[in-house]
C-alpha cells in the first residue's frame, strides 16, 4: 500500500512533526486541526462558533485537496477544552455533512494544542 502526504496552503501549516494529512489507496487520515486562519496564521477563538466554522473550514481544504468531501468522511475524532462547549460545536459540526452522519467520540481533555477550545481529526474513504 503507497502512501501520499497531503499538503495545502488553503489549511495550516502544522506545528510539528507531522503532515496535514496522509492518503493511501483507501482512506485519507486527516491529523488534528485546531482554529488557524491559514491566510494569517493567527488563531480564530475569538467565540466557539467562528472557532468550530475556522476548523471545519481547514478540514474542507485539506479534503479538496486530496480530491474528496465530507461525503467521504466515516469517522471523526473530536476534543473539547469544556463539555459545556458540546452543544453550540455540535450544531456548527452537523451543518458539514448530510444525514448519513460518520461514526465519531467527542472528549473534553486538560488542554489542547495553543490552548484552543476544539481539535478534530478525520478518516475518510477514498472511494464511495
Partial sequence: ??????????????????????????????SGQVAINP????????????????VMKNIDAILKEAGLTFKHVVKTSI??????LFTQVNEIYAGYFDAEFPARETIAVKTLPKNVNLEI???????L
Fill in 79 to 84: 476534543f473539547l477544552s469544556d463539555m459545556n
Fill in 121 to 127: 481529526s478525520i478518516t475518510a474513504v477514498v472511494h
Fill in 1 to 30: 500500500m503507497s502512501k501520499q502526504i497531503i499538503r495545502t496552503e488553503k489549511a495550516p501549516a502544522p506545528i510539528g512533526p507531522y503532515s496535514q494529512a496522509v492518503k493511501t489507496s483507501e482512506f485519507l487520515f486527516i
Fill in 39 to 54: 491566510s494569517t496564521n493567527e488563531l480564530v477563538t475569538d467565540n466557539i462558533i467562528n472557532e468550530t466554522h475556522q
